[in-house]
Nanobody, 121 residues
Framework: QVQLVESGGGLVQAGGSLRLSCVAS????????MAWYRQAPGKQRELVAT???????NYVDSVKGRFTISRDNMKKTVYLQMTSLRPEDSAVYYC???????????????WGQGTQVTVSS
């Protein structure tokens, strides 16, 4: 059994900062790419940022320069540092990861339950 558990969401004023965390637990032998997605009411889920096992990161244009994704492989954790937050960043943020449960290079994709981020104007 593998679980991804996010934390760190909340209510913040525009211009403020939040740091999201997501820890993988259970039968985790290895983790490949980790990512953060977000979904606002009435909108499709959107990829926000990805990070490879070698810590190569990519971002959607709307968050470049404001958000930073990072990971701690020993702690099986991915982070999303969000600064200069805007009301349009308000959404449920989901953690996503490709995880293998054995030594075999077979990865399954997992989602966290989501954490709400609300940015007030």
């Amino acid at each position: 059994q593998v679980q991804l558990v996010e934390s760190g969401g909340g209510l913040v004023q525009a211009g403020g900062s939040l740091r999201l965390s997501c820890v993988a637990s259970g039968s985790v032998f290895g983790i490949s790419t980790m990512a953060w997605y977000r979904q606002a009411p009435g909108k499709q889920r959107e990829l926000v940022a990805t990070i490879t096992s070698g810590s190569s990161a990519n971002y959607v244009d709307s968050v470049k320069g404001r958000f930073t994704i990072s990971r701690d492989n020993m702690k099986k954790t991915v982070y999303l540092q969000m600064t200069s937050l805007r009301p349009e960043d308000s959404a449920v943020y989901y953690c996503n990861a490709d995880i293998r449960k054995t030594w075999k290079p077979e990865y399954d994709n997992y989602w966290g339950q989501g954490t709400q981020v609300t940015v007030s104007s």
